[in-house]
């Protein structure tokens, strides 16, 4: 199965928990979890998404697998760096960014139950969008589950191995001798030839008589 992306499950329970805090919840309860810590709980499940969704339509992802392990890492450290460490320093956001180490504790919480969740809902889709190797079976292994009963491409009958000779058939001409020599004939003797014909070997050869 192909990662969603924007129609991811987990993203979209993550976009409707958050308008459902952000303008409901928030309202009916004061101070606590809800305020403090929800939104980081649901920060890595959320952006996720979105940035991998950005990088696949820009060319920077190669293929459409859940996200993998550094995908999930990199964005938790960076984010976390980011918002916790160095922009509470600065004093034109130090009202947005608190330096609140509880919040790297759920951004971490959240990124490992979103990982978990990916990779039991895509457990079939990792490696989805790569080029698949050819489904068929290796040489030697196909037709019902048999090796290939290809055979070597025989000799016609009348060769022979070796250096072997028609040892039984005799003409007197050099060279039918050297061409039953070089084919390595194991024939019986030649096939009559009509009267004032050249004698004929089964193999073809004619002897050249002068």
């Given at each position: ?44 499940p959320f952006w996720v998404p979105i940035m991998l969704f950005f990088s696949r339509k820009a060319g920077l992802r190669e293929y459409d697998g859940p996200p993998r ?83 070597e491409p025989t000799a016609p009958k009348h060769m022979g191995t070796g250096r072997r000779t028609c040892t039984s ?42």
């Amino acid at each position: 199965m192909r990662f969603r992306y924007l129609a991811d499950p987990l993203f979209i329970g993550c976009v409707i928990l958050y308008f459902v805090n952000r303008f409901v919840i928030k309202r009916l309860v004061t101070g606590g979890f809800f305020h403090a810590y929800l939104n980081d709980l649901i920060c890595i499940p959320f952006w996720v998404p979105i940035m991998l969704f950005f990088s696949r339509k820009a060319g920077l992802r190669e293929y459409d697998g859940p996200p993998r392990a550094d995908e999930i890492l990199i964005p938790l450290i960076l984010w976390s760096a980011w918002f916790k460490m160095f922009l509470p320093r600065i004093a034109y956001f130090s009202r947005l960014a608190v330096a609140d180490y509880a919040d790297v504790f759920f951004y971490t919480i959240g990124a490992l139950a979103a990982w978990m969740l990916w990779e039991i809902t895509y457990r079939d889709g990792r490696g989805a969008g790569r080029q698949s190797p050819d489904p068929s079976p290796p040489a030697g292994l196909r037709g019902f589950g048999k090796p290939d009963q290809q055979t070597e491409p025989t000799a016609p009958k009348h060769m022979g191995t070796g250096r072997r000779t028609c040892t039984s058939w005799s003409t007197g001409s050099p060279l039918i001798r050297i061409g039953v020599r070089l084919s390595g004939c194991t024939h019986s003797p030649a096939t009559p030839s009509p009267a004032g014909a050249s004698p004929r070997h089964p193999c073809g050869y004619s002897a050249v008589l002068s």
